[in-house]
């Protein structure tokens, strides 16, 4: 018997129904905690802040159970960000990435945006065969809270 398939699900901005549904802003906190190093231990009301503040949110399920998601944040016209793009281990490597990416670069609040960035610490080879590349003459700047 096959693994069912994966099905990206875009959400409207804000990402009500993520926030919403029972079970489903759980199933994100587990993935986050256990698949990304730098988004592990938010709590469901920062996750639920950071959702209802994106505008464009991309979630991926097989079946019931989240194994892929991503989101960005844009004003509409000059700029975007792409944040959060995870995948569960056992789905990395089969493109699942790659559709969560595509899928939020053609989302209608990031249609016509000037330029759209990405932070990345050890995924860069991947972006860049997304198109992205690296800004040299540009530096990250941090204020901690």
């Not at 409207?12 to 698949?35: I, S």
């Amino acid at each position: 018997m096959s693994a069912a398939p994966i099905q990206l699900i875009r959400h409207r901005c804000g990402a009500w129904r993520l926030r919403r549904a029972p079970g489903q802003l759980q199933q994100l906190q587990r993935l986050l905690d256990a698949h990304s190093f730098w988004a592990s231990g938010r709590s469901q009301r920062e996750l639920s802040r950071m959702l209802a503040g994106s505008q464009a949110v991309i979630s991926a399920w097989q079946d019931s159970r989240l194994v892929g998601f991503g989101r960005a944040t844009s004003d509409g016209v000059f700029r975007a960000v792409l944040w959060d793009v995870v995948v569960a281990g056992e789905h990395q490597g089969r493109g699942l990435g790659r559709r969560i990416v595509e899928a939020l670069l053609q989302d209608p609040a990031l249609q016509g945006v000037e330029r759209t960035y990405l932070m990345t610490t050890n995924s860069s080879g991947f972006y860049e065969q997304l198109g992205f590349t690296t800004v040299e003459k540009q530096r990250l700047m941090l204020r901690p809270k």
